[in-house]
C-alpha cells in the first residue's frame, strides 16, 4: 500500500522563500556594496605648495591616504606591499594615516598603521586634521596619488579590485606602466574604502562596515 502524501504546511513553505529570499538580497547587495566604489576626489595636477611634504628627487612619490580603522584597507595594504617589492628601488611611497584632532595620539596606530610601517621602502606619518588629505584633495581611504620626480601627476585612484578584496587590478597595473613609460594624462581607477572625514571621524566607530 503506498501512504498517503501528507498535506503541504504552507506556513512551512512560505517561511522557507522569506527565509531564501532574504540570504540572496542580502547576498546580492554585499557584492554590490563591495563593487561601490568611494569618492574620488582629483588631485592637483603638480604637487600641491600647501603640502609639508616634497617629492622625491630621484624616484617618483607614491602619496597615499587611509582612514586606520578601515577593514576594507586591509587590501590595500598587500596591494602597496606587493607593489613596492616590484618595484624596489624605482618608488618612494608615504603613507598617511587619518588623525583627527582631539583623538588620543595612539588612535591612528592601527594594525593598519604597522602593516604600512613593516612595507620596505614605505614612510609612514600621521595625517593630523587631515591636512594632507585636504591639500591632495583625496576623500577615500586607500586614496592613491603618484607624482614624478618634478612633481607632475602621473596616477590617482585605488589598488585595488573591491572593498577588502586584494588581487590583480588596474590601479597596480597603471601605476608600473606609468613608471616604465610617463603618461601624457594621468591614469585613474576606482578607490574603494572608507570616508576618510564624515560622521565617524573622531570616534571609535566605523565608516566602513562590511
Request: net charge neutral.
Amino acid at each position: 500500500l503506498v501512504a498517503p502524501a501528507k498535506p503541504v504546511n504552507l506556513f512551512t513553505v512560505a517561511t522557507m522563500v522569506l527565509w531564501l529570499a532574504v540570504i540572496t538580497g542580502g547576498t546580492l547587495g554585499m557584492i554590490r556594496y563591495a563593487e561601490t566604489p568611494g569618492p574620488v576626489g582629483t588631485p592637483p595636477g603638480q604637487w600641491p605648495a600647501a603640502s609639508s611634504l616634497r617629492p622625491d628627487a630621484q624616484n617618483p612619490t607614491l602619496v597615499m591616504f587611509v582612514h586606520p580603522k578601515c577593514p576594507c584597507s586591509r587590501a590595500t595594504m598587500e596591494e602597496l606591499a606587493r607593489l613596492m617589492a616590484r618595484c624596489q628601488g624605482r618608488l618612494t611611497a608615504e603613507v598617511l594615516f587619518l588623525q583627527p584632532a582631539g583623538a588620543p595620539t595612539n588612535w591612528s596606530r592601527t594594525d593598519l598603521w604597522r602593516a604600512a610601517a613593516a612595507i620596505p621602502g614605505v614612510r609612514v606619518l600621521a595625517d593630523k586634521d587631515g591636512q594632507e588629505a585636504g591639500c591632495f584633495h583625496a576623500g577615500t581611504s586607500g586614496e592613491t596619488a603618484l607624482y614624478d620626480r618634478d612633481g607632475k601627476l602621473m596616477f590617482h585612484g585605488g589598488i585595488t579590485i573591491g572593498r577588502g578584496h586584494a588581487g590583480d587590478n588596474p590601479g597596480v597595473d597603471d601605476i608600473e606602466e606609468a613608471l616604465d613609460h610617463a603618461p601624457v594624462r594621468p591614469l585613474v581607477t576606482p578607490v574603494y574604502g572608507c570616508e576618510l572625514t564624515g560622521t565617524e571621524v573622531g570616534k571609535e566607530g566605523l565608516a566602513c562596515k562590511r
